[in-house]
C-alpha cells in the first residue's frame, strides 16, 4: 500500500531557484526517506530522518519532518539543470505482523529545472 | 565496487510466457525486494526476503514467484497469471532492519 503522498505532482522551476516538495503519510513511522530517480533508472537514497528529528542537511538538501501533522518536506536549494529527476519519499516502519521493516513509497514528485 | 545488479535492462516477453528477471547484490545485504513501477506512478511492493530460504508476499504478488536460495541472488519470475505484466521492475537490497535501500537500476519488461 502506498502511504507517503507526495505534493506536487510535478514542479518546474528555473536554474538557481529553490525547489520544495512535500509529502505526507497516514501511519505512524520509525523514519523518513527521500530517494531520487532519473529517467529509466533506480533510485537512489538522498537522505533519512528518524521520528525523533525535526530537521536535517545534506549539501544542498534540507528535510524538515513534522510527525504531528505526519508531513514532511524536501528544500533543494539552489537548484541545477542536473536536478531534473523524480523525487520520491519513503516511510520505514515496522510491519505489525510480520514484525519485519518496511519501507513504502509515494508516487513522487517529477521536477523540472530550465537552463 | 558494491552494488546490486539486474538483468537484462530490457526484456520482451510474448503472450503467454514465463519470464525471470535477475537481482544480485554483493554489498552482504540480508534484504531484497522487488517493486514494479508504472508510469507515473510510485513503487508497488511485490515481494520481499528477509533471509535465505524464505521470502513474503507482498501488496501485488498475484502472477509473479520469487526463490531466495542464495544471499546475493533474488530473481523474480513473471508467470502467465500475471494479466498486465509490462512495467520497469526495480530490485532492492538492504541490511536487516532498514534504513535505506540500495537500488539496481532496473529491468524494463514489455509484452509483446
Known amino acids: 500500500s502506498q502511504q507517503g503522498e507526495e505534493d506536487p505532482q510535478a514542479l518546474s522551476i528555473q536554474e538557481g531557484e529553490n525547489a520544495t516538495m512535500n509529502c505526507s503519510y497516514k501511519?505512524?513511522?520509525?523514519?523518513l526517506q527521500w530517494y531520487r530517480q532519473n529517467s529509466g533508472r533506480g533510485l537512489v537514497h538522498l537522505i533519512l530522518?528518524?521520528?525523533?528529528?525535526r530537521e536535517k542537511h545534506s549539501g544542498r538538501l534540507r528535510v524538515t519532518l513534522d510527525t504531528s501533522k505526519k508531513s514532511s518536506s524536501l528544500l533543494i536549494t539552489a537548484s541545477r539543470a542536473a536536478d531534473t529527476a523524480s523525487y520520491f519519499c519513503?516511510?520505514?516502519?515496522?510491519?505489525?505482523?510480520?514484525?519485519?521493516?518496511?519501507?513504502?513509497f509515494g508516487k513522487g514528485t517529477k521536477l523540472s529545472v530550465i537552463p | 565496487d558494491g552494488g546490486i545488479t539486474q538483468s537484462p535492462k530490457y526484456l520482451f516477453r510474448k503472450e503467454g510466457q514465463n519470464v525471470t528477471l535477475s537481482c544480485e547484490q554483493n554489498?552482504?545485504?540480508?534484504?531484497m525486494y522487488w517493486y514494479r513501477q508504472d508510469p507515473g506512478q510510485g513503487l508497488r511492493l511485490i515481494y520481499y526476503?528477509?533471509?535465505?530460504?524464505?521470502?513474503q508476499k507482498g501488496d501485488i504478488a498475484e502472477g509473479y514467484s520469487v526463490s531466495r536460495e542464495k544471499k546475493e541472488s533474488f530473481p523474480l519470475t513473471v508467470t502467465s497469471a500475471q494479466k498486465n505484466p509490462t512495467a520497469f521492475y526495480l530490485c532492492?537490497?538492504?541490511?536487516?532492519?532498514?534504513?535505506?535501500?540500495?537500488f539496481g537500476s532496473g529491468t524494463r519488461l514489455t509484452v509483446v
Open positions: 554489498l552482504n545485504h540480508d534484504a
Open positions: 526476503s528477509q533471509i535465505v530460504n524464505d521470502f
Open positions: 532492492a537490497s538492504s541490511i536487516q532492519g532498514g534504513r535505506g535501500y540500495t
Open positions: 501511519t505512524s513511522i520509525n523514519n
Open positions: 530522518i528518524r521520528s525523533n528529528e
Open positions: 519513503a516511510t520505514g516502519s515496522r510491519d505489525s505482523g510480520a514484525g519485519s521493516y518496511q519501507l513504502t
